[in-house]
């Protein structure tokens, strides 16, 4: 899986937030639990509380009530006063609503049955209010022995759950994170990894530019981020760079390729005219001698044909491809008396080829015809143009001395086969012949699709 580097530079923070928001989550879930539990402790406690405060201010009234019914008009007032503050303090609990839910039916009826006499105590008489409270009493403290043995089991319950809860969030939140060291580190040295590879190509690739080894230059892929921009500009610039050094090798074959010819035509073409030129010069030339002379003067004229040949076939231009390669082959099949010479030649080849390209191609093959002819020792050679598609599959095969002899990809003349398939983006190669012995020299150019 390839990523973007933007998307590698955030995947590892990006996954430890995540991480820590779901334990942070669960913190959360558990400080819920604790809050619950810690709600039902104080539910408890609360209603004990409020059990004990009316047993207290029950006692104490029926205290003021026994003073009130000694009588003496000495304290009358105080005394009465004492009665309503504690007979409110026992109607405002009793008559809550949230204590009233919590008791028992029986003793909350009870409580209804009395709820006039608590609303009003200054207009109730306090004997009755002190009797109502008399048998109220057991059953209250009765009560408040329930409330304190549910709250000592709750409060038992609870402690014994904020352990548990306290045990696994600590275990949860150091598992995770460990965790999220773990992946952070993980996917940071695999970020690091990814990155490393694909300096470490964009430097071979670099190396290949630099020994210019345009075979060891893979084509880059599609472009996601911007290492891939630059790993894509810099092979755009090393195929540049590499189209222009063919250019100059190319070129530099010219000149080779001119300064032969000038000493072809110096040692031969320009000999055989001074040497006519002198016979003429004599002014005694019988008509066996002229006739020599003429035979003469037209192994000339085949000479500059040649010579004109090898600088522009014309016939590549005016009837194609095929016409220039078996022109040249006849020609060595008449002068260098090489017969045993098969050509094969896809007429849906001439239409899918630019003139330059039949000329970087025409070049190629008669060079690599030329050290066939040349180096190979062989008796039988074929050459063979075949369209698989849209890829173009040439091949000159020999049955010589085979391929260490033969052909030495450094030379001159494998050099400027080199240059001209990189110039065509061709792929070329070496390899066995099919024959018993051999060489088979193979050129593969994808090329457009030919018409029908």
Known sequence: MKLAFKHQFILAPLVVVVLLVCLVGYALFELANISRKNEVTR??????????????????????????????????????????EQARIVSGILLEPFFLEQIPSELRANIKAREKILRAPERSNPAELGQFLSQL???????????????????????????????RMSTSLIAGLLICIFLAATLALWGL?????????????ALAACSFKASEIPDPDKSR????????????????????????????????????????????????LTAINRKLDAGTATAEEIESLRKDVNG?????????????????????????????????RIFEEFENVHFDFDEKIENTLTLEQKINIF???????????????????????????????????????????????????????????????????????????????????????AES
Request: glycine share 4%; net charge negative.
């Open 43 to 84: 539910y408890w406690e609360l209603l004990t509380d409020d059990v004990q405060s009316v047993i207290v201010a029950a006692n104490r009234l029926n205290n003021v009530i026994g003073e009130m019914s000694k009588g003496g008009d000495a304290h009358q007032d105080e005394q009465f006063f004492s009665y309503l």
């Open 137 to 167: 009493l057991p059953m209250l403290e009765y009560q408040s022995k329930i409330f304190a043995a549910q709250r000592r089991t709750d409060f038992i319950d609870s402690h014994r759950t904020l352990i548990e809860i306290n045990s």
């Open 193 to 205: 990894s990814i990155n490393r590879k694909r300096l470490k190509n964009m430097s071979e690739r």
């Open 225 to 272: 981020d911007e290492l891939d921009a630059l790993e894509q500009c810099l092979v755009n610039m090393t195929q540049r760079l590499l189209h222009v050094v063919s250019v100059e090798n190319v070129l530099h074959g010219v000149e080779n390729e001119r300064r032969r010819i000038a000493m072809d035509m110096h040692d031969g073409v320009l000999a055989d």
């Open 300 to 332: 000339v004229i085949n000479q500059l044909r040649e010579i004109i040949d090898d600088l522009h076939p014309q016939v590549l231009e005016t009837l194609g491809l095929e016409a220039a390669l078996n022109s040249f082959l006849n020609r060595h």
């Open 363 to 449: 070049r190629i093959i008669t060079e690599a015809v030329n050290n066939v002819i040349k180096h190979a020792r062989c008796d039988r050679f074929e050459v063979s143009f075949r369209l698989v598609t849209t890829m173009l599959h040439i091949t000159v095969e020999d049955n010589g001395i085979g391929m260490s002899e033969q052909s030495n990809p450094a030379g001159h003349g494998s050099a400027n086969i080199l240059e001209r398939a990189r110039l065509l983006g061709a792929d070329v190669q070496w390899r066995t012949s099919r024959f018993a012995t051999g060489t088979c020299f193979e050129l593969k150019l994808l090329v457009a699709k």
